[in-house]
């Protein structure tokens, strides 16, 4: 059976944990070259070697890259059309959550511009650089590829919905995601480059665990969550490979949410 990603080339960000780290796993074993990039050099690393042992038939790579720095994007997608000779899939998927971001009265203009800079200028430029990479793909006949690729950009379930535990500078760079990506894949849907977004709810990983770490935190979002448990990420990376392979190919511009009903919800079940 070929995998649903056979002769593609990937890049995620974010990959040396969570959503990113599941993603590349599922690209890999779905038959992607994969780039993994993080700025956690180690943990990229040994996470490219993990994985490539258990993909042997595809090539896995990793690369340490700061999404908030323009130079590092490009570099990165540099090295993946270096390496796989073109790139079919951008995930934009690293972000923070920083625990000082709060409300309008008391988040730090240093929160909220550190907060913009990765989660939302961290994405253009992604965007930036995989289109232009993108236009180049060569079509290769005898796999039947098409020029194009699949950008998936990750935002967030309070990008659309509000929450009274703030976080400010997050929830209004989530926002920004989802407008920036609408825009870019109406201008580039021509081209056959698609965007989306990906709108997870709350999971079980490091970057909200580590912010939620008292039973009262957890169970004041539990209560409000319809199956009664927070995603995991592997559950956000089987979406994420749904928008990269060809059976979204006609899903563009979308909001994607992979939130276990959250959006939808006005009271839970008890
Ligand atoms: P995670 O903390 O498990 O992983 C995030 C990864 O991004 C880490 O490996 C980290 O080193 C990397 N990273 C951070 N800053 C970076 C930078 N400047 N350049 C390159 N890499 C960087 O988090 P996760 O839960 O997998 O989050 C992934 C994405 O999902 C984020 O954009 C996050 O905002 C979004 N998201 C998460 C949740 C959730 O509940 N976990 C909910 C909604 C949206």
């Known amino acids: 059976m070929p995998g649903r990603l056979q002769y593609k080339a990937a890049l995620v960000t974010g990959a040396a944990s969570g959503i990113g780290l599941e993603s590349a796993i599922l690209f890999a074993l779905e038959g992607a070259n994969v780039l993994l990039v993080d700025i956690n050099e180690k943990a990229v690393e040994d996470a490219a ?3 490539a042992k258990t993909t042997p038939n595809v090539k896995v790579l990793a690369t340490k890259a700061d999404v908030s720095k323009e130079a590092d994007i490009k570099a990165a997608v540099d090295k993946a059309v270096a390496e796989f000779g073109r790139l079919d899939v951008m995930f934009n998927n690293a972000g923070i959550m920083h625990p000082a971001d709060d409300n309008a009265l008391n988040t730090e203009e240093r929160i909220w511009d550190m907060t913009m800079q990765v989660n939302l200028k961290g994405v253009w430029w992604g965007c930036k650089y995989a289109i232009l990479a993108m236009r180049s793909n060569p ?26 535990t703030p976080q400010l500078a997050y929830t209004a760079s989530k926002g920004a995601v ?18 989306n977004s990906i709108c997870p709810g709350p ?24 199956m009664g448990r927070f995603g995991e990420a592997v559950e956000l990376a089987k979406g994420a490979l749904f ?13 994607f949410k992979v939130d276990g009903g959250l959006s939808s919800c006005y009271v839970t079940p008890i």
């Open 49 to 51: 070697v993990k994985l």
């Open 139 to 164: 079509v290769d006949e005898a796999k039947v590829l098409h020029t194009g690729g699949s950008i998936i950009n990750t935002a967030s379930f309070v990008a659309i919905m509000g929450a009274a």
């Open 178 to 195: 989802l407008a920036m990506t609408r825009e870019l894949a109406m201008v580039h849907a021509r081209e056959g480059i698609r965007l």
């Open 203 to 226: 999971l079980k990983t490091p970057l909200l665990m580590d912010f939620l770490n008292t039973p009262e935190k957890r169970d004041r979002r539990l209560v409000h969550l319809p």
């Open 243 to 255: 928008l990269a392979s060809d059976e979204s190919s006609y899903v563009t511009g979308t909001d």
